[in-house]
């Protein structure tokens, strides 16, 4: 989150984006290091068994989606230019997948198969329902990279616009009421008269 905070602030410092992108090169190091490791130790099923731990697991898609998003801000010095968009499009996917698998399932766990003392309620409960917010801030910057939306799907769109774009002109919303009276009326409304 670091070198994402580094490469997106208004006023860029000299020697400020080298060392953003060093710490977004560790941590994508790291991120492969550690997954690696924690597939090798089969540990998912011992920390979605242990009533504190099971939290954390959401801590796994937002590493996936924040190194996604550090790809697609300082990976171009590194790896190219068309690079950073395709890695960052196969993390923020596999993070938001995650993301919602962890914000269903460990609820659920919590409900049905963990016993809580009345006290031992902790910050860490909300982890598992933070990822899908941070898919839908780090998939905001991939949005100048999505496709055009279908030419069948945009149409389909603007056909059921239509109606309420029209709806009210001539004799009015209500048969005979004047306009919105909104003093620029964008055309979703009846002109003001």
């Known amino acids: 989150m670091v070198a994402d ?12 984006r080298d060392a953003a992108t060093v710490l977004w090169a560790a941590t994508a190091l790291l991120l492969v290091a550690l997954a ?10 011992t920390h979605a068994g242990d009533p504190v731990l099971v939290h954390f697991l959401g801590t796994m898609p937002m590493t996936l989606l924040i190194v996604g998003a550090g790809t697609l801000l300082l990976g171009h010095r590194l790896i190219g230019a068309r690079a950073p968009v395709d890695v960052d499009w196969v993390l923020w996917s596999a993070g938001t997948v995650l993301g919602l698998v962890t914000a269903c399932t460990v609820p659920y766990l919590m409900v049905t198969r963990h016993r ?12 598992p329902v933070v990822p899908p917010l941070v898919s ?10 999505a496709p ?3 030419s069948a ?27 919105c009276g909104a003093s620029r009326c964008s055309g979703w409304c009846s002109p003001r008269r």
């Open 36 to 45: 690696v490791g924690y597939l090798r130790q089969r540990t998912l099923r």
């Open 148 to 150: 055009a939306g279908g």
């Open 153 to 179: 799907g945009h149409r389909g769109a603007e056909r059921a616009a239509r109606p309420l774009r029209t709806r009210g002109r001539g004799r009015g919303v209500a048969g005979g009421a004047s306009g």
């Open 136 to 145: 839908a801030v780090t998939g905001a910057l991939l949005v100048p990279h």
């Open 116 to 127: 809580f003392a009345p006290d031992a309620a902790f910050g860490g409960w909300l982890l």
């Open 5 to 16: 905070a580094g490469a997106t602030l208004p006023r860029q410092i000299s020697g400020l």
